[in-house]
């Protein structure tokens, strides 16, 4: 069952919206690109946490631009198990691969309550044949979001359990970092035990173990949903993490 929400007409401060200040670190987006990215804001709806608003194999959708809350995208294998291939974050497109193949290839859940801006192809094709820096900006989100996938891949294949956990716990507050919703210091996170095993190929179980472990080390704590960095350097030296794949120190195209 769909949780389907309202639709209305919006007006809002883009310079301020999670895409905005996303798409910002790559493009410095000029008024008209602001207004045409404010043109894709027009429809926004809700959905409630735990109602896919994206089934796997669905055809015909439209894509979403998350405005707030948290999502994860997750396919189902033929036994039942389902793995988590990643979190959505204020600022994320939502099912614009699906979009563009005609034909969904995994589910999208809200986490959380959530609102986004729905769009389709014909916006999307739109706005990018009027603004092309708008274009290569969101090529640009895309392309991060590959690297991240990579990323994962590297976490479930060659990391330990602690080195994964940690690899993620940092990954997740550099995305948010770029949207104001994180820091060095940490960030709300309403995840589970249970969502984390699902996309780290842990047990709830060795995911409380491996949580117990950073921060007996005095190197995270994860407790009543804020993430907390007791020693952000020692953490990045731990998990190895460089990044690079995911920071953008200024806009490239001015």
Known sequence: MLGIGHHTKIGLHLEKTPLALKLGAFVALSRTEMSVLDALHKRRRTFIAGCDLVRQGQSNQSAYILMSGWACSYKLLQDGQRQIVDFQIPGDF?????????????????????????????????????????????FWAASRDEAMVVEHLIDIGRRNAAERMAHFLLE???????????????????????????????????????????????????????????????????????????????????
């Open 94 to 138: 939502l099912g614009l691969r699906s979009v563009l193949l005609h034909m969904s290839d995994h589910s999208i859940e809200p986490i959380t309550d959530i609102e986004v801006t729905e769009v389709t192809v014909t916006d999307l094709l739109e706005a990018f044949s009027q603004t092309p820096r708008l274009a290569t900006a969101v």
């Open 172 to 254: 997740l507050g550099a995305r948010l970092a770029l949207v104001g919703l994180g820091s060095k210091a940490g960030f709300a996170c309403p995840l589970s035990q249970y969502l984390l095993a699902d996309a780290l190929g842990l047990s709830a179980v060795h995911v409380n173990r491996v949580l117990r472990t950073l921060r007996e080390a005095g190197m995270a704590t994860f407790r009543d949903g804020l993430v907390t960095f007791d020693s952000y350097r020692r953490l990045t030296e731990f998990a190895d993490f460089d990044p690079t794949y995911l920071d953008q120190i200024g806009p490239i195209l001015r």
